[in-house]
């Protein structure tokens, strides 16, 4: 025995109209008293849903009948319901019997309907004629199904070397960090692939059962963005480097710059200023300065120079600024050292010790090694500051702050000290000017060179004004173009904070008085709280 749902279908008899109700046969499906009473009440039959169900009750399992109207009805022909599918993919039908003595539909009649409906396309004609040759009551046939969309999918770029700007040093085994062998910088060779290209899939168009074409979504297609040095091949899918150098992805675009070498950079080389990168085999000596497009790169140390990069500038055996040297990167700042030098980062900034120094980073501050330690100066962080220990024993005054962009509180500090130097400026001539001017009002006789200390302080009272109108105006609209969404950024200490050190999370600070050993400083709310770690 198959399975078959079980259906309903009206009796017309001498006394009046019955609905008879057949049970599902094997896995068939129960009668929907819903969809019945639907159907009885398109033929304007009221149901006894009460009536009905003890019927079925008693019936157990067999085949029962109910009167629902006493009046004697016409036959009832064989009848369907068709339903279009929201996405207009696929078009089901639900056949009902007719009553006992009730006329049979003809296939051309379902034909002729879905013809009418504009229904076209993917018409199963073998499903119709499957039910003709064995009627399923109540049971849903899927008589036409659109074509399908095929999805496609958004193009992409592979990048054949490391793009990942906060990559991090790796510690030795004993906890130093080998800053001989950084691994930050990627080689490539001419003719090398430094990118490739997957081109979009457009996918493929569907048809709804209208004979309508459906189009599948719109896919993204790459483009590659790059420098000098580089050319796309025949086929436009490959990144091909036409240079030995380093190749580096910054702000989505790739760029691969040759290599200048030098042993030292001193009164042999004078200052270097280079499109590409730079290595320095030996030291840069003290009042020299380093400016490359790509990367700096030097294997001893930095005195008291100048060292400026597109990128990442690395330093094997540290830096001494000497209260003069600084390093302005445009990525990354790593150094086994850093004392008495002023460091701008648009990255992270990593070393094993920093000392008496100014740091301003885009990204973290990470002090690790067996040293690990932040003493004195200033350290400015958009990221994390972490090190192993802040301030000193001696109580050094150490400044830390996180959470919001360095860069946007150096220019307000620098706009605001402009107009304060501005102002005071003002002050100074102010009483010089009214002291004159009053005594030119009472009569007094001005010489010459008072009269003309009057006309230059005059204009020159004017100029200023309008000057700190223009700065205070400029610094308003600074501030109202920039973001200053606070980040949510920690400072973390894995030994000890000591007094002396000050900490800014967001605007909230605190001032330690007390040491603070293995200490995670967080802000909440209007506080700077202390968790372990």
């Known amino acids: 025995m198959g399975d078959r749902n079980a259906y309903f279908r009206l009796r017309i008899k001498g006394d009046g109209t019955y609905i008879e109700m057949i049970p599902p046969e094997g896995n068939g499906s129960a009668l929907e008293f ?55 993919m696929s078009c089901t039908v639900r056949f009902y019997p007719p009553s006992v003595n009730g006329a049979a539909l003809a296939k051309e009649e379902i034909i002729k309907d879905l013809r009418f409906k504009k229904i076209t396309f993917g018409i199963k004609n073998d499903v119709i004629v499957s039910f003709f040759n064995d009627r399923h009551y109540c049971t849903d046939y899927v008589i036409a199904i659109g074509k399908e969309v095929r999805q496609g999918r958004d193009g992409s770029i592979d990048y054949n070397f490391n793009t990942n700007p906060n990559l991090k040093p790796t510690l030795n085994e004993d906890g130093t960090v080998d800053f001989f062998n950084l691994n930050l910088i990627n080689s490539c060779k001419e003719g090398d692939v430094v990118a490739k290209l997957n081109p979009a899939d457009l996918g493929d168009d569907g048809v709804d059962i209208f004979g309508a074409y459906v189009p599948p979504h719109e896919v993204k297609e790459p483009k590659f963005s790059f420098g000098h040095n580089l050319k796309i091949s025949e086929d436009g899918l490959e990144l091909i480097s036409e240079i030995n150098g380093n190749v580096m992805l910054i702000d989505d675009k790739v760029f691969v710059s040759n290599v200048y070498e030098v042993n030292d950079v001193d009164t042999s080389t004078g200052n270097i200023e280079y499109d590409g990168d730079v290595h320095v085999l030996g030291n840069v000596n003290a009042g020299f300065s380093v400016k490359a497009s790509g990367n700096v790169e030097v294997r001893g140390v930095v005195e008291g120079a100048y060292v400026e990069a597109g990128g990442d500038i690395i330093i094997a055996r540290g830096m001494n600024g000497m209260s003069k040297g600084k390093l302005v990167a445009g990525m990354n700042v790593v150094s086994k050292f850093i004392e008495n030098s002023t460091i701008q980062a648009g990255g992270y900034v990593h070393s094993e010790a920093i000392l008496h120094s100014d740091i301003t980073s ?47 509180k150096l220019k307000a500090a620098s706009m605001q000290q402009e107009i304060a130097e501005t102002n005071k400026r003002l002050d100074s001539i102010k009483p010089v000017l009214v002291t004159l001017t009053l005594r030119m009002k009472k009569g007094d006789k001005l010489t010459p060179d008072q009269m003309r ?64 050993q293995r200490a995670r400083f967080v802000k909440e709310g209007a506080d700077i709280r202390i968790k372990g770690l």
Do not use: W
């Open 34 to 88: 819903a969809e019945m009473q639907d159907y009885l009440q398109l033929h304007g039959f009221i149901v006894d849903k009460y009536a009905i169900a003890r019927a079925v009750n008693d019936a157990d399992g067999k085949v029962c009948e109910v009167m629902i109207d006493p009046r004697v009805i016409a036959e009832v022909p064989e009848s369907y319901k068709l339903d279009v599918a929201d996405d207009k």
């Open 362 to 408: 885009k990204g973290d501050v990470i002090v690790t090694g067996k040293k690990g330690f932040i003493t004195g100066g200033c350290i400015r962080a958009l990221g994390n500051v972490e090190a192993k220990i802040i301030g000193s024993t001696m109580g050094v005054d150490t400044d830390i702050q996180v959470g919001a962009d360095p860069s946007i």
């Open 453 to 516: 200390t009057i006309k230059q302080l005059s204009e020159e009272y004017k100029n200023l004004t309008e000057e700190v109108n223009r700065q205070l105006d400029e610094y308003d609209k600074y501030m109202d173009s920039v973001e200053t969404n606070d980040i949510e950024s920690v400072v973390k200490v894995s030994d000890c904070a000591y007094p002396g050190t000050r900490i800014t999370i967001s605007e909230v600070y605190t001032q330690l008085k007390t040491p603070a």
